[in-house]
Structure formats: C-alpha cells, structure tokens
C-alpha cells in the first residue's frame, strides 16, 4: 500500500504559538532542575522516608507511554496490518521521544547529576536493575533511531527485522521498569506480576494516547482519517485495559487473601490518599468508564467518545503509575513484624507525600521539551502521511 | 517585499546559531586579555615551612597531575583500604591555608573542586 | 560489493566490536559486588536492649558529632545513623525502646541494587557508600528493609569534626560502624559514648575472632538479628529483643 507522507506546513500562528509555548515550558523546567541542582532535593517533597517521588512515577510513566506508541506502529511492522502504515512514523518517532522523555526524568532525580554521565557506564553493576535498565532505555532509543530509517526508506525487510526487535526490546524494557519495583523488597512493591502488568499498562497507555493525539493531529491538519481506522484501536484499547483490570484483580486479590499481607493490602486499597487516587483515578476513570465508552455500541462508534476514552486511560495509567511508587514508600517497612513502632522524628510510622511546585515544574518541563521536539520533527520530517484510509481492494501488499 | 535568496537564507540558518554558540567563547577570550595583568591572574602560591623537606613529588608534576595523584589516593584508600600519607588530609601539614596556596591558581583559571564541599580544608 | 555497502559494514563491524568489547568489560566487572572475608577482620555489633536506658541518647549525639551528620533542624532531612525507636507488640505488652542502625549486613540487598557500586561491602563486612561514586538515585534507600539509609537533601551548616569528611547534599550514607575509627584500632564513636554513659550497651568487635569479646555475647546469649527470615544476614545481634 503507498503512502504518501508528508510535512505540515507549519507556518500557522498557532502553531508558532503552541511551539513557543512548549519550549518556554521547558525552559522553565531546565531552569528549575538547575535550581533544584544548587539547592539540594530538600526543595522537593521527598525526604528520608518517601526517597522517590514525582520524578520518578513520571519516569516510569513516560517510559510507559513510549511502549504504547511503539505497538501502534508493531501493529504494521511486526503484523503487516497495511492500514496502520499511515501512522508508523509519527509512532515510533513519538514512542522514542517519550523514552527520552523518561530519561530525562531520571536524570533531573538523581542527587548527582554530573556523575550519571560517567559512572553508571565506567562502574556497571550486573545485579543492578537501575544499571541495566538505562542500558535497555538507551538501546531502545538506538533501536527506534534505526526503525526510523527503515521506515523512512521504505524498506520493507529491514522493517519487518527492526519492529519485531523493537516490540521485544519494549517488552523487555518496560518489564525491567516493572521489576525495579517487583524484584524489590518493600511489601507493596514486591510481586512478580509487576513487570507484565507494567508491560500491558504501557500499551494501554500508549494505545490511548495514540488515538487522541492521531485524531488531534489529523482534525488539526485538515487531512482525512477513516473512522475505522480509529475504532480499530479502540477495541485494541479495550482489549489492553481489561487484561490491566485483570492484573490489577489478582495482585490485590493475593495481597487481600493473604493473611501475611492483609493488613498491607488494606493499607494499599483504603489507608490513604492514594487510595483515592487508585479508586477514581484508576479503577474508575481509568478503566471502568473508558471500558464503557468503548463497549457500549452508542458511543463505541463515535470519534468523542473513543478519544475521551483515550484520553482516560492515559490518565488512569498515570494514577496506576502514582500508586505503584508511592504507597510501598509511605507505609513503613516491617522491621519488627507484629509491633507497632514510634519513633521520634518521621522515619517511622506511615508517611505523607506531597510534590511541591518545583517538581511539578520539572516533570512539565520534561513534556514541554518533548512537545518541542515534536512538534518541530512534524514540520522538519515528513512524518504525517497525506491521508489515514483503509485501502478499498484487498490484495497483495505493494 | 523581495524574497531572500534561497542560498543566503541557508547562510543565516547556520551563521545565527554558530554566532551565538561563539559567544560563551568570546567573552572568555575577552575576559582573558582584559584580566592578564590583574593580581588575580598571578598566582602566588605560599611556600610551606622550610622545615618540610619532603616534597611529596617535584614540582613541575604535582602542578599538572597534583589531582591524578589524589585520585589515585582515593581509590586506594576509600575502596582498598590502604592507608596513604599523601591524601588530601595529609596536605594541609604543610600547606596550610587553602585561601593562599590552593585557591590561588584554583581562582585564577575559575575552577572549583568538589572536593572543599566535603573535605575540610582550612 | 560498491563503495557505499562496504563503508556500511565496515562502519557496521567497528560498532559491533566496540559495542562488543565495552560488553565483555561490564560483564567482568560485574563479581565485584560482594567481596571475601576468610582472614581478615569480620566486624559485627552486639546491642544488649538490657543496659539500655530508654531516656538516653548519647549515641546519638556521639554518632553525629563524629560523623558530621546532616542536622539542618527537621525531621525531614536530619540523618540519623543510628536511632532508636519505641517498640511495642500490637497485642499488648510493655513498650521498649530499641537502637536501630545499619545492620551491615553479609548480603546486602544496597549493594545488590546500586547502580555504580558506590554501595559496597567491604572486605571486612562493612557495607559502606563511597560518595565520590555515588549518583544519588536512592535505590539503595528503596531496598534496605531496615530502613536504615538516608539521603543528604539538605546541606548542614555545621561541621562538628573537622577531622572528618561531610557529605554534601546529593548522595546517600548509612552507618559506617566508624570504619575510620575501626581501622586504626578506636571503638567507634557510638561504643565510646555508651561506655562513658555507664551502661556498656553497644559492644563492637571482630566476629572472626573466638577471643573477642563480641564473640563470646553472642555465643553465650541468646541473640536475635533482626528480620532473619529475609536472608540479608545482618551482623548487629540484639541481647534481650
């Protein structure tokens, strides 16, 4: 199937505007990550008991969404679906955008920024999560760089190789993410589940952010997309959201049923804000309504309603991601099982977080840099193809 | 309004950002030239006791490698165990002021340690 | 084959052979987490909870007037190597007051997961941070069970041993069991301060040893490590827990 790509023009006044307003964002997030830098993380809401806050669920996040972007153009690459081609460049452009995204955020986390240039790659640790994974994320990054060329020559074989190398590194890369969490010792953390429900919360995430961010892009730029195309992902979005429910179930099942980890998993599902934030924001907004919206017949055939589903996911991701970090930081690890401990001080006992501004500034940062890079990358590159349609003959692939 | 030739618009693409990538340099070069004869940029660095024969190398290498030779140190001693006599801690037995040994060529080329922030150095 | 393919491969096998040999270096490197003990020194602690006043808090003092450790004023960012915690059974029981520090333990799971093997075990058994090396990314905080790690956010003004290296904000410490102190044959500061409180609490010696006074408290009591059942083998034994 030929597709034609091409740049947008670019010489809107919005879309000077919207490029204008991604970079002053992040600049202000570079400026405020130099900030943080002379002060010292004291700025941030992190202290000695939540050592790991926003930056990193953003990491995580992001890492997350680069998967999702990934799939979308997997649906071409590795399965020969010819009527996603359309959308092929403008994924794996995004998904490598949000990989850097995520790395990006790590970086702005560490205490010494300086020395994650040199020692993680001069002193390597095998046993490390937190040193292999880099290594993945930056091979990710060199991976999508050469499924870009091979998409943007056309060559059909060398996209077939890279993007099934591609979707099995993003397996591989955002089950490592999982297991810096699963493989460690804090209760809440501890599942080996953990890496595949990641994996699926990624697609999911990615999957919906694809749908909203194609139909945008394609509503914005006046070219045609066939709504099939976008039903199409929504059912895959639908199908990614239950298998999510489905780890989500049996994690917190086990955690409930368990004598041994009842009284963590009570603490995980109805102690503290973040049960909230689990409740509404992912069980509820984040797969319950989206799950509706794209099963009901009503509004599972309606452009609005499959993007705000989409965009639901999104953020419902964001909430799992939230509630996979910070409530195994916020109750306090079982030195002495079968005691209560007090302590003076705030190291024992069950903690709070709340990120300040700064952090807020930074993760914003991080987006506006990405936003920057692409938006710029549709009008430097000829990433949107002229029109998304589904050819009407079937036959051989051309 | 004419139209900018294709060829110099290309021009104006590179030239503005090299020009501005020049910059930081410039104003060294500048800063440099101007501050050539100032006190700040002859360092004078204080001779310790003559008392203290032992020099720990010649002067010439510690001038140039001083910071390899306490990187060495470090790795021996925090990662080694091996107990050293020319660590930083060490230095200050004759070289006592940091303010008019150290910082004076440290100063003068605007360079800053990271080893002050933890390591006391009077 | 033309000149354009065989720049490619040409280029194409250069990466792959750097990629390879940069490979092979990491691997190799990788045994150096964990580091043998047969002969030397094995430092471990005993804390008999028996002579332990629950007012008194003159290892703590000693230990931050020694280390230089963080006390900028708020619970928040103010390291304490060691602590001490009130105790008491959920299903009723007297409330005790117990030392908590780093347990240095045999296989330590902040060493497992530091990314630059800033966190390592000495070959004396003292798990200690090299904070020239360190990127503070705080994992290591993540993976101590005994909550015994913390991270310099704030830098603290004052320097009560100038003898003493501070750390500024941006890496993570733990205790050092005062291997400074160990290694030039001092108790450290925590033991010190105990002995001169009259109590005797906190005993330091070589594990490795059948003489040492160590040895013989934990062969004689009845000791208990803390969360055993994780495998971590700590080295502080508790008298009395």
Redesign the interface.
């Known amino acids: 199937m030929e597709v034609k790509y091409e740049r947008i023009a670019g010489n809107s006044r919005h879309y000077y505007l919207a490029l204008a307003a991604f970079a002053a964002v992040g600049l202000a997030g570079v400026l405020c990550t130099f900030w943080v830098l002379g002060?010292?993380?004291?700025v941030t809401g992190?202290?000695?008991?939540v050592?790991?806050g926003l930056q990193i669920v953003m990491a995580i996040y992001y890492i997350g969404l680069s998967a999702g972007s990934l799939v979308i153009s997997g649906l071409y690459g590795v399965f020969g679906k010819l009527e996603y081609k359309p959308f092929a460049r403008t994924a794996v452009y995004l998904g490598m955008l949000f990989m850097i995204a995520g790395l990006l955020s790590i970086l702005t986390?560490?205490?010494?920024?300086d020395?994650?240039f040199v020692?993680?790659f001069?002193?390597?640790?095998?046993?490390?999560?937190?040193?292999i994974n880099?290594m993945l994320y930056i091979s990710y990054i060199l991976i999508c760089i050469v499924y870009l060329y091979a998409l943007f020559r056309d060559k059909k074989k060398l996209t077939r190789v890279v993007a099934t190398l591609a979707f099995a590194w993003a397996f591989g890369v955002h089950s490592g993410t999982g297991a810096?969490f699963g493989f460690?010792?804090?209760t809440l953390?501890d599942s080996p589940l953990l890496p595949a429900s990641f994996v699926v919360a990624a697609m999911a995430s990615g999957t919906g952010l694809m749908i909203a961010l194609l139909v945008a892009l394609f509503r914005l730029t006046r070219r045609h997309l066939d709504d099939e195309l976008v039903f199409g992902l929504g059912r895959l979005l639908a199908l990614f959201v239950l298998v999510v429910l489905y780890f989500l179930a049996v994690e917190n099942l086990y955690l409930v049923y368990q004598v041994e980890w009842r009284a963590a998993a009570l603490y995980y599902l109805f102690g503290g804000f973040h049960s909230v934030i689990f409740w509404v924001g992912l069980i509820g907004l984040g797969c319950a309504v989206p799950l509706f919206l794209l099963f009901y017949p009503r509004t599972s055939k309606s452009i609005p309603w499959v993007v705000t589903a989409g965009c639901l996911v999104v953020l419902g991701v964001l909430c799992e991601r939230y509630v996979i970090v910070i409530p195994g930081?916020t109750r306090?690890?079982?030195?002495?099982?079968?005691?209560?401990?007090?302590?003076?001080?705030?190291?024992?006992g069950v903690a709070s977080y709340a990120p300040t501004l700064v952090e807020f500034c930074q993760a914003l940062g991080v987006l506006g840099i990405i936003g920057f890079l692409f938006l710029a990358g549709l009008k430097v590159f000829k990433l949107l193809p002229a029109e998304a349609r589904i050819a009407k003959q079937a036959g051989p692939a051309s | 309004m004419n139209e900018t030739p294709q060829s110099s618009r290309s021009v104006l693409f590179l030239a503005v950002p090299a020009l501005i990538l020049l910059l930081p340099f410039a104003y060294s070069l500048v800063a440099y030239v101007a501050g050539a004869d100032t006190a700040a940029a002859r360092p004078f660095l204080e001779k310790p006791d003559p008392k203290y024969r032992n020099c720990v190398r010649e002067t010439a290498y510690m001038r140039f490698h001083h910071w390899e030779l306490l990187r060495t140190v470090r790795e021996e001693v925090v990662r080694q165990g091996k107990p050293s006599e020319t660590g930083l801690k060490q230095c200050k037995n004759c070289h006592t002021s940091r303010e008019r040994f150290c910082n004076q060529c440290h100063n003068a080329v605007t360079l800053n340690p990271d080893c002050f922030g933890c390591h006391y150095y009077p | 084959m033309d000149r354009r393919e065989f720049l490619t491969a040409g280029g194409g096998l250069l990466l792959a052979g750097a990629a390879g040999t940069y490979a092979v270096r990491?691997?190799t490197?990788?045994g150096a987490?964990e580091a043998v003990t047969a002969g030397r020194h094995r430092w471990g602690m005993v804390v008999d909870l028996r002579k332990c006043r629950p007012d008194c808090t003159a290892c703590l003092e000693a230990c931050r007037l020694e280390n230089n450790t963080a006390s900028?004023g708020d619970?928040?960012?103010?390291?304490?190597w060691i602590?001490?915690?009130?105790?008491?059974?959920?299903?009723g029981g007297a409330e005790r007051s117990?030392v908590?520090l780093c347990n240095h333990c045999d296989h330590p799971?902040c060493a497992?997961?530091?990314?630059?093997?800033?966190t390592y075990k000495r070959a004396d058994g003292i798990v200690i941070v090299d904070h020239h090396?360190?990127?503070?990314?705080?994992?290591c905080?993540?993976?101590?069970?005994?909550?015994a790690r913390?991270?310099?956010?704030?830098?603290s003004e004052e320097w009560p041993n100038k003898e003493f290296p501070k750390r500024s904000?941006?890496?993570?410490e733990s205790c050092t069991l005062c291997a400074h102190l160990l290694d030039v044959g001092k108790k450290p500061a925590c033991v010190q301060a105990c002995e001169r409180a009259q109590a005797g609490a906190l005993v330091v010696g070589d594990l490795n040893d059948p003489q040492s006074e160590i040895s013989r408290l934990v062969s004689e009591n009845s000791v208990k490590r803390?969360?055993e059942d994780?495998g971590t083998e700590p080295k502080v034994y508790y008298i009395g827990l």
Do not use: T
């Open positions: 002060q010292g993380l004291w992190m202290y000695n008991r050592p790991w986390d560490q205490g010494r920024m020395r994650v020692q993680p001069v002193h390597f640790n095998l046993l490390s999560l937190f040193s880099p810096i460690g010792p804090r953390y930081l306090p690890p079982e030195i002495f099982p079968g005691m209560e401990v007090s302590g003076p001080g705030l190291i024992e | 990491l691997l490197q990788a987490v900028v619970a928040r960012w103010d390291v304490h602590r001490k915690v009130h105790v008491k059974p959920k299903n117990v908590l799971p497992q997961v530091c990314p630059v093997q800033a090396r360190c990127i503070g990314c705080r994992y905080m993540i993976a101590c069970p005994y909550n913390y991270f310099n956010f704030k830098e904000h941006g890496v993570a803390l969360r994780l």
